[in-house]
């Protein structure tokens, strides 16, 4: 568990941001500017606060020097050391766990390079190594992936998923990318100027539609957590949430496994009877948990579905039209080629 | 080989390399430091300290010889101090030679290395703290292997600054052959005697050569620290 409390102030912005975070990944979202880089460089102590309280399973970290504080940090760039080896950067911490590292992040050839001659995903590979075999009690980890392409994006992923999966103590990672976060985090810390506007549980800050205009319209939607049911043989994915079953595009997954499935707030459409001759393949009954008007031409709608929540977004003149209420049981219709296959994982 | 210069000339030229030779060893340390400190430190009198350190390289050096007689000479308070502290007399003698060349190659010295540490990325030693490294070790593995080709630049700049070095010298240690004449007072001696003229242009050819090389050796080294830059 990792308990952070931060104030500081630079020219014309203030951060000041409390929080908790418990094992596993910690997402800190925000728009670029929202302080979220500060707020891991001060736990990682490499930015002089006002207030800097760090405490890491009982253990204050306040007054350590970063060399004392055994956080690993993955930077944006890498910052591989280009004097030495990728051997060399990798144990350069320490050798903590070394066969196993290398095996999981797949270093083993590039072991004597020099970082000058890797690609941007390797080198970000050698950089969660390098932080790893520190054998750190806190992981930061600073937009690893946004350096990269489409492609290295997709080749690293999965590493970092086998890491959260793997390891017990708290990531904190710092993404302004809705698609990596709700794929990757368990709990979701969102930043807007300096300030925590929304915190906790991911499946539960996500369907809140009081987030929706945190999160922006592009990123606002609930995230659900089933179990694949199976690969239909046009190119589909059966997953069973507890929303119902759920079609989604391509191969995701293994059948029998967990997956996460984002569904974006405005690619939901409601309607109040069971649709017929419709082409979308995903219709869930729902029931209206709340409503909430913003400021905008758009209405956020949670919807509760089974045991899982979804989060829908529509136009006030449609919710008035259809005289949307609390408590009304609708159906939700989801175009499965809406939710992204990068979205799912 | 000996008809080329005389045993006075041979004198000089062996007299420079040992005063320039000491003036950069002494004098490396207390450069990088000062580097370090202008490169990387924010405190109050930086600035202070960085124009003090360019003051010898800007004023006549014959009053940078006259502070230091004023200073260091036989009766003055540095030079009584390090008399009786360490038995060591700068007054008229080559360690005041070398004294004298070591703060005159200083400012070269200091701003070779302050520019090669500025351009190691300071987000490689936060990369480095992050990995337990304390700051030594952290100037040890990271900083000085990535800034040596900017020292190693900045102590050629000095040594060859410290063999031609004239004006602070001859005021501070006046020239007395075989112990402060060096190549450069030797030179100016033999332009005054009738006839020294062809051993003084002998001197002269030497004491280019030597500076010659040092710039290339320091261009080189130069050239290493920008290439890294760039990677």
């Known amino acids: 568990m990792l308990s952070v409390d931060i104030a500081k102030t630079f020219d014309g912005f203030t951060l000041d941001v409390a929080f908790d975070a418990p094992a596993g990944i910690t997402a800190i979202f925000g728009p670029s500017g929202s302080g979220k880089t500060s707020v891991i460089r001060a736990v990682a102590g490499l930015l002089p606060c006002e207030r800097a309280q760090v405490t890491l399973s009982g253990v204050e970290l306040t007054h350590l020097r970063p060399c004392m504080r055994k956080v690993g940090y993955v930077f944006q760039d890498a910052r591989l050391f280009p004097h030495m080896t990728v051997q060399k950067n990798l144990r350069y911490g320490g050798s903590h766990d070394e066969e196993a590292v290398i095996a999981v992040l797949g270093l083993s050839a590039l072991l004597d390079r020099s970082p000058a ?94 987030a929706v205009p945190f999160l922006g319209v592009r990123d606002a939607g609930a995230v659900l957590t089933g179990r694949v049911v199976g690969h239909a043989d046009d190119g589909l994915t059966k997953i069973e949430t507890g929303a119902g079953a759920v079609w989604v595009p391509g191969a995701v997954g293994r059948a029998g496994g967990t997956v996460r499935v984002r569904v974006p707030a405005q690619d939901i459409i409601l309607s109040r009877t069971q649709p017929e001759g419709l082409s979308a393949l995903n219709v869930l009954p729902v029931t209206i948990a709340a409503l909430e008007r913003g400021g905008g031409p758009g209405v956020a709608v949670a919807l509760q579905a089974g045991d899982s929540r979804l989060l829908a977004r529509v136009t006030k003149r449609s919710c008035d039209g259809m005289a949307l209420q609390k408590g009304d049981r609708i159906f939700a219709i989801l175009k499965a080629t809406a939710i992204a296959s990068t979205d799912v994982g | ?95 005041g030679a070398a004294l004298a060349a070591a703060i005159m190659g200083f400012p070269l010295m200091v701003r070779a290395i302050r520019l090669s540490l500025e351009a190691v990325d300071s987000g490689l030693e936060e990369a480095a703290s992050t990995l337990g490294a304390s700051r030594f070790k952290v100037l040890r593995t990271v900083t000085l292997p990535l800034a040596w080709p900017g020292i190693l630049a900045g102590a050629v700049l000095g040594f060859a600054k410290g063999m031609g070095e004239f004006g602070a010298t001859v005021t501070f240690v006046s020239n007395i052959p075989g112990q402060t004449q060096t190549l450069a007072l030797s030179i100016d001696t033999l332009l005054d005697v009738p006839g020294g003229e062809p051993l003084a242009l002998r001197l002269a050819i030497v004491s280019i050569l030597i500076a010659a090389v040092a710039l290339i050796i320091s261009e080189v080294l130069a050239q290493r620290v920008s290439k890294a830059r760039a990677r």
């Open chain 1, 117 to 210: 001659t890797l690609s941007g995903g390797e080198r970000q590979r050698v950089a969660l190594g390098r932080a790893l075999m520190s054998a750190p009690e806190l992981l930061l980890m600073d937009e690893p992936l946004s350096a990269l392409d489409a492609p290295r994006k997709a080749e690293v992923l999965p590493y970092i998923e086998a890491l959260r999966d793997q390891t017990s103590i708290p990531i904190l990672y710092v993404s302004h990318d809705m698609g990596e976060v709700a794929r990757l985090a368990r709990n979701i810390v969102v930043l807007n100027k300096g300030q925590v506007v929304l915190s906790g549980d991911m499946e539960d800050v996500l369907s809140d539609p009081a």
């Open chain 2, 1 to 95: 080989m000996n008809e080329l210069l005389g045993p006075a000339e041979w004198a000089a030229l062996w007299l420079s390399l040992k005063v320039a030779f000491w003036a950069t060893l002494c004098s490396l340390p207390i450069g990088f430091g000062v580097a370090y400190v202008l490169a990387r430190g924010r405190f109050v009198g930086r600035q202070a300290l960085n124009v003090l350190v360019h003051l010898p390289l800007v004023m006549p050096p014959v009053v940078t010889g006259y502070l230091l007689l004023l200073g260091f000479g036989r009766t003055g308070p540095l030079g009584e101090l390090f008399e009786n502290l360490f038995g060591l007399v700068f007054a008229f003698r080559w360690t």
